[in-house]
């Protein structure tokens, strides 16, 4: 808010009886008597004793509230009596910079000449020379702050844009990204990733920043000591400020108190009403929040962050229709926004209305073909509605955009397996586990599949394939008796006899035996194929006996025929045969 200058005088008296002439601002529009009040104070000081000292607090006063004209004059006046001081010369030139950047880039030059190792004056350097087109001195001064300070993040963040404006995108997105480590919530840095990613066609990661930028409060991102005035806070925009500054900090409770005592100095202070709902929001007091965002909205119904940030915490809360009817009112204005119909459709989703859940999810993906998110979300609604080969579809759109995406890959192997391409599905399940090979999900399909796979080969005589799948699915999963009972009888009827492992076949089927219950069949013909397979024919015999009696018992009559002619075998101390290996004929005939 700029001021009108008044020259009125307010004419003090110095210790030595000299008249000390103190500049006043125009104080008839001023919108808070405790600014007035702070003026007037801050005015009887420089006139009791005017040192150096209390003209630069005058001075900071009146730069705060946008008097510039009377803020120079005081810094002036104290630059007179401390003609050594740096900071006299380098806040005239910050504040001249607002109008006049010639003017400022000479104050400026003015202090560089008294410190020339201060690195924010280095950065401001830098401005103006951008300012005026010398792009190759504003990097020689950006340069110069960062050899001063290493982690100047104004520094930083404008060498890196000055880099993506050169096109060398890639250097500026891996320094960008370096910053974004040591200052995550800072506006400025998400905004210039989202520019860098777009500019690599990486549209998901820049909707991505693009959304982190519009959640922090924008602010700059020098830290000036010796430049920006430090004062108690005064109007409600001082309070806003300071509240603004704690959250950057992550002090949130501090930041809470400060936007409250904005809106105790100007109740109807939306921009106080949308930042105390944000702070209350991150710290999880979602009640709260809707109540000062709702606020936010009553004031200025067009406040787009608000309305964002007031879905998100009616969502948090399970509000899902209030959520998406904020959404869809922001929809009205942005009807091109892929990531508010992704939103929607989510909602939608937790509802548990699919139908409309993937209307929106498949606009979104109209709207930004190339974004994995969306493909993904659309993806996983259509597995959810059983659209199997649909969702198949995009889950593979997902992979082609990211190739290791863990949740794709995974949910594409069980969308495989439904369909019945178990080999295609299990190459999936082993993509996940390549990256995360502590994945349960994946880990568990995986396993599944290769037993499932593994029992099917043994079936059609496929045994080293079949035996690369049981082996594969035991070692994910140890103990599991159904892939131990297979692995059993495989390795003590393989046709080869070089491949068969009498010895772990048996301790594989006394080891199932032992897990399940007596009246497994299966079990039990295993365990006496393993003694057969030991030379243990006796027992061979015992046990293929009892599991014949229980297949009687049980009305499975052509078990109970194939245990028969297995019985005939063993007792003529025959090793056990594979699976369709011997027929009603065959029992007395050649090994």
């Known amino acids: 808010m700029k001021r009108g200058v008044i020259l009125g005088l307010l004419l003090g008296v110095a210790s030595c009886g000299e008249q000390i002439d103190v500049l006043a601002p125009d104080l008839s529009q001023v919108p808070e008597p405790a600014i007035a009040d702070a003026v007037e104070r801050f005015r009887e000081d420089v006139a009791e004793d005017p040192t150096a000292a209390n003209w630069g607090k005058y001075g900071d006063l009146l730069q705060t509230y946008d008097w510039d004209r009377e803020a120079i004059e005081s810094y002036q006046r104290a630059m007179e009596l401390d003609p050594d001081g740096f900071v006299w010369p380098y806040r005239i030139g910050i504040v001249q910079s607002r109008a006049d950047v010639q ?9 560089l000449a008294l410190d020339e190792r201060y690195a924010p004056l280095h950065v401001r350097l830098a401005r103006t020379k951008l300012e005026l087109g010398d792009s190759d001195a504003a990097r020689e001064h950006f340069e110069a702050a960062l050899a001063l300070d290493e982690d100047n993040a104004a520094a930083q963040l404008a060498l890196c844009r000055m880099d993506l404006d050169a096109g060398k995108t890639e250097e ?8 974004l480590e040591s ?7 998400h905004e210039t990733l989202a520019r860098a990613y777009f500019a690599s066609g990486e549209a998901e990661k820049a909707s991505e920043h693009a959304d982190q930028a519009r959640r922090y409060p924008r602010r700059d991102p020098l830290d000036d000591p010796r430049g920006s005035p430090i004062l108690e806070p005064i109007s409600s925009r001082d309070f806003l400020n300071s509240g603004v500054e704690f959250a950057r900090q992550n002090r949130l409770d501090d930041a809470v108190r400060q936007f409250e005592e904005a809106l105790e ?36 119904p067009k406040n787009e962050e608000a309305r964002n940030r007031l879905a998100e915490v009616y969502a948090n809360q399970s509000m899902y229709k209030e959520a998406r009817n904020e959404y869809l009112e922001l929809v009205e204005r942005n009807r091109d926004s892929a990531d508010l119909h992704r939103k ?22 109209e709207l930004a073909p190339g974004e994995k998110h969306q493909l993904y979300q659309l993806a996983f609604q259509l597995m959810e509605s059983r659209a199997y080969e649909e969702s198949v579809e995009y889950f593979q759109k997902v992979i ?3 190739e290791g995406h863990i949740l794709a890959n995974n949910n594409l192997g069980i969308m495989l397996g439904q369909l019945g391409q178990l080999e295609a599905a299990l190459t999936h399940f082993r993509k996940v586990l390549e990256t995360q090979p502590e994945h349960a999900g994946a880990k568990e399909n995986l396993a599944n599949g290769c037993a499932n796979e593994g029992t099917r080969h043994l079936s059609e005589g496929n045994y080293e394939k079949a035996q690369g799948l049981l082996e594969e699915a035991l070692e994910l999963k140890a103990g599991r008796t159904a892939v131990q009972r297979e692995l059993a009888w495989l390795l003590a009827t393989h046709p080869d006899e070089s491949a068969r492992d009498p010895k772990r076949a048996l301790d594989l089927a006394e080891d199932v035996w032992m897990k399940v219950e007596d009246t497994d069949t299966h079990a039990l013909e295993t365990l006496a194929a393993a003694y057969a397979a030991n030379a243990r024919f006796e027992e061979a015999v015992e046990t293929a006996m009892k599991a014949h009696s229980q297949a009687l018992d049980q009305g499975k009559e052509g078990v109970a025929k194939k245990l028969g002619r297995q019985i005939k075998r063993y007792q003529a101390e025959r090793p056990p045969r594979p699976r369709g290996g011997e027929s009603e004929g065959e029992a007395g005939g050649a090994n």
């Open 344 to 365: 929607i459709g989510e909602l939608f989703a937790r509802e548990g209305d699919l139908p409309n859940a993937i209307t929106f999810s498949r606009k979104a993906v």
């Open 103 to 111: 003017s400022g880039l000479a104050s400026l030059n003015a202090a």
């Open 183 to 189: 200052h995550p919530r800072l506006a400025d840095v």
């Open 400 to 402: 082609e955009l990211d």
């Open 172 to 179: 500026a997105t891996i320094a960008l990204e370096s910053l």
């Open 265 to 300: 100095l100007e109740p109807g202070f939306e921009e106080a009403f949308y930042n105390l709902g944000l702070a209350l929001s991150l710290q999880g007091w979602f009640v709260e929040a809707q109540l000062n965002l709702e606020k936010a909205l009553e004031i200025n």
